[in-house]
Every structure is written in structure tokens, then in C-alpha cells.
């Protein structure tokens, strides 16, 4: 949601009843999201990445919309679990550094589709979950995305064939390859290249009698915060459009009766992103250096870690009506890194609001994704309740 969808009037309606800091959760945004994608790509069956939001209502509204989940640990298969998916249909543990105790668990309800970047991962795989099918995740480009994947997960391109033998060799089932074009892509042209790598592996591979019958291509889709041009549909047409070129419309072996092609995705951000604004409240105020300063109780250890580690920036509004004056944003903690008003290169600045004090509000967009889930219990602050309208 953006910070102006719902009235002052609304908000502080909420607030009086909720407190703050609150997530304010639109349920009908999700459903919008996950049904453009779906439409957008009619073939690819969606996992939704817990990690970017794993409140139980918002698990339970993916349920029903009919969507499995990318999940990265116990903890996430647990509340996946919980919300109503099958472990063995709905599920991938998608994350390639696993805990083998939670590989163990994962086998025990079930769950069969693991991926898997390197050797030490096959044979955790093999010892924790035999037979299992397994997908490669190889490195792609992650050039003009927000959050760079492929600099700690993914095999190399050389390395591609001989793993997929190594997993064969383990007794565990090479099935398909994964890729994760990098969180908040915004140009389709990642997920083009990053086709053109999977299909030269695809032939590598038959040509040593391994038939692969799945591409995960990732997640990374991405949605607006300020400014940015964003069409999903366009992005998923090209992605359709080089798929068919590529592999053919009816399957992958180069024959047209050959088996259709297993398509899966595990969007995160563009599913939760932007359903979902933060209402936080002025707790403190002060001068320091000739600035203004206003503490919040939320801050980078909460709602705003994206802000230290991507430089995000986010939309945002007041409920006050004063005239308008430079401010310096932080949070509650104990820790000067505490501050989510910060510059593209991420030093601490002024942004211009109108007049703040004590107990007014900030109304805060597109806060759905990485929020929640990255916010953390410093110094005993609990992350943000959450309210939903839809
Ligand atoms: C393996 C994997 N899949 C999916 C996602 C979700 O990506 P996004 O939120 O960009 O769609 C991530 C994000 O880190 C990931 O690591």
C-alpha cells in the first residue's frame, strides 16, 4: 500500500485501538499479487519465499490462493505447515545451506525437492534425505537488482554437469536447475541470460543421460517503492516468450512429445511488498548539531534493516500539517547505526517533513517484504504488530 491509501482518519482509528508500531495489511493486495503473477505466467507454479513474510495470516491467504512456499528452514516449514501446505507438494527448501538436522526433519514429513549449490550439500542431502530430487542453483547475473544473490550462492556454469553427476552418484535425483536473478530486479533481461545458461546446462546434461524436468527461476520480481518504472506484465511476457524459444512449448527433450517442463518460481517481495504499510510513532526529540532529530519506535533493528543493508528507500507520510523542516530519522535502540534516514550511499541525512512532534505519526509504504522478517529483538523491542484491512 502506499502511505496515502488509507485515510488520517483510518490510521489514527487504528492506532487508538492497536497502539504502535503496527503493520497496517491489505489481504486483497496480496491475492491481487499473487494473481498477476499466476495470470502473467500461466505455466509456472508459485512458492511463495516465506522469508519475506511469514505472518501466519499471509501464509494462510497464499494457501488459499493456491500458492507452495520456498522455505529456508524448520522454522519456516513449520509456519508454512501450519498455515495448511503439504510438505510434499507444496514445499522446496530452496535455501543451498542447509542445517542437516532440519534436512533430517524435512525428509521425516515428507518433503522431497531440495536445491543445492555444492558437493558438501549433495551429501548432507543424500545422508539426511535419500533419493530426494534435487535442483542445481547455478550463479546468473545479478547486475541492477537491489539485493546481489549470486555472490554467495550458486554454482559456476563449468561446474554445472559435474555436480548434477555428483548428486546422481549420491543416489539422489538430478531434477531440474534454479536461479535467483537478485531481490528486486528491474530488468527482465536478467531472467533472459539466466534462461540462455539453463538451457546450454539442459543439453550438457542429456548429453550425459541426466533429463532435467524442472527450471526454478527464482524469485526477484519486483515491486514500487518511490519511483521506479515497473511493468510485471511486460517482465513476464519476455520471461514466457524467450521460455517457448528456447525449449518449445511442448517440452524440453527436443521432442514435441516429450514431457512438458516443470516451471516454478519463489517470489517474495512482489507478493508482500507492497500490501502492507508501517505506522510508527514519535517517541523522543531532540537538537543535536544544529539537526532535528525525531526517534521512532521502530527503527533499522525493526522495520528498516533494508535501509542499512540495501540503502532502500521507502514512501512516507506524517499525520501532521505544520510547516515543513529537516529531520533525522532513527529508532529506538541503544546503537547509533540506529538511523533509517540515510543518503543512496548510505550516510545519515536530513529528510524534509511536515513538523513532527512528540506521539505524531509516520505512515510508512511498501513495507511488507524483508521488514518482519528481518527485524530483530535488540535491546527487547518486539517487532511490529500486525492489523489487517482488506
Ligand atoms: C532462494 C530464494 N528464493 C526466493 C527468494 C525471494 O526473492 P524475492 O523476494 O526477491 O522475490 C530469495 C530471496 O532472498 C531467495 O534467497
Given at each position: 500500500m502506499n502511505p496515502f491509501e488509507l485515510s488520517l482518519n483510518v490510521i489514527e482509528e487504528l492506532v487508538r485501538e492497536h497502539g504502535t508500531p503496527i503493520y497496517v495489511v491489505n489481504r486483497r493486495k496480496i491475492r491481487e499479487n499473487f494473481q498477476r503473477l499466476d495470470t502473467g505466467l500461466p505455466a509456472v507454479k508459485f512458492y511463495y519465499?516465506?522469508?519475506?513474510?511469514?505472518c501466519p495470516e499471509i501464509l494462510e491467504t497464499l494457501v488459499t490462493a493456491g500458492a507452495g512456499f520456498d522455505v529456508a528452514s524448520k522454522g519456516e516449514i513449520l509456519a508454512a505447515v501450519a498455515a495448511g501446505?503439504?510438505?510434499?507438494?507444496d514445499l522446496i527448501f530452496?535455501?543451498?545451506?542447509?542445517d542437516p538436522k532440519q534436512i533430517a526433519y524435512a525428509h521425516s514429513i515428507g518433503l522431497d525437492d531440495f536445491t543445492f549449490d555444492n558437493r558438501s550439500e549433495i551429501t548432507q542431502i543424500a545422508r539426511h534425505a535419500p533419493g530426494s530430487k534435487v535442483h542445481l542453483r547455478i550463479i546468473v547475473s545479478n547486475e541492477?537488482?537491489?539485493?546481489?544473490l549470486s555472490h554467495k550462492f550458486g554454482a559456476d556454469l563449468a561446474e554445472a554437469v559435474p555436480l548434477l553427476l555428483a548428486a546422481r552418484e549420491q543416489g539422489l535425483v538430478p531434477h531440474g536447475i534454479s536461479f535467483h536473478v537478485?531481490?528486486?530486479?528491474?530488468?527482465?533481461n536478467r531472467y533472459v541470460e539466466a534462461l540462455d545458461t539453463t538451457r546450454k546446462i539442459f543439453t550438457e546434461a542429456a548429453g550425459v543421460g541426466i533429463e532435467l524436468k524442472s527450471i526454478d527461476i527464482g524469485g526477484g520480481f519486483p515491486v514500487r517503492y518511490i519511483d521506479e518504472e515497473i511493468d510485471l506484465e511486460d517482465m513476464c511476457g519476455r520471461i514466457r516468450d524467450h521460455y517457448e524459444q528456447l525449449?518449445?512449448?511442448?517440452?524440453?527433450?527436443?521432442?514435441?512429445?516429450g514431457p512438458p517442463c516443470e516451471l516454478v518460481a519463489e517470489p517474495g517481495r512482489a507478493i508482500v511488498g507492497d500490501a502492507a504499510i508501517l505506522v510508527t510513532k514519535v517517541i523522543s526529540e531532540s537538537v543535536r548539531e544544529g539537526r532535528n532529530w525525531l526517534y521512532f519506535d521502530d527503527g533499522t533493528y525493526g522495520s528498516f534493516m533494508e535501509v542499512l543493508l540495501y540503502n532502500m528507500n521507502f514512501p512516507w507520510r506524517t499525520n501532521t500539517k505544520g510547516p515543513l523542516k529537516q529531520y533525522v530519522l532513527a529508532g529506538p535502540?541503544?546503537?547509533?547505526?540506529?538511523?533509517?534516514?540515510?543518503?543512496a550511499k548510505g550516510e545519515v541525512c536530513t529528510v524534509e517533513l511536515p513538523e513532527m512532534h512528540l506521539d505524531d505519526l509516520l505512515i510508512v509504504g511498501s513495507?511488507?517484504?524483508y521488514t518482519y522478517s528481518e527485524s530483530t529483538r535488540f535491546n527487547g523491542f518486539e517487532p511490529p504488530k500486525f492489523v489487517f484491512v482488506d
Open positions: 519465499a516465506v522469508k519475506a513474510n511469514p501446505a503439504n510438505p510434499r507438494e530452496a535455501d543451498t545451506v542447509k541492477g537488482s537491489v539485493a546481489h537478485g531481490s528486486q530486479c528491474l530488468d527482465a525449449f518449445g512449448r511442448e517440452g524440453l527433450t527436443g521432442r514435441n512429445d535502540t541503544c546503537d547509533s547505526i540506529d538511523v533509517f534516514s540515510r543518503d513495507m511488507g517484504a
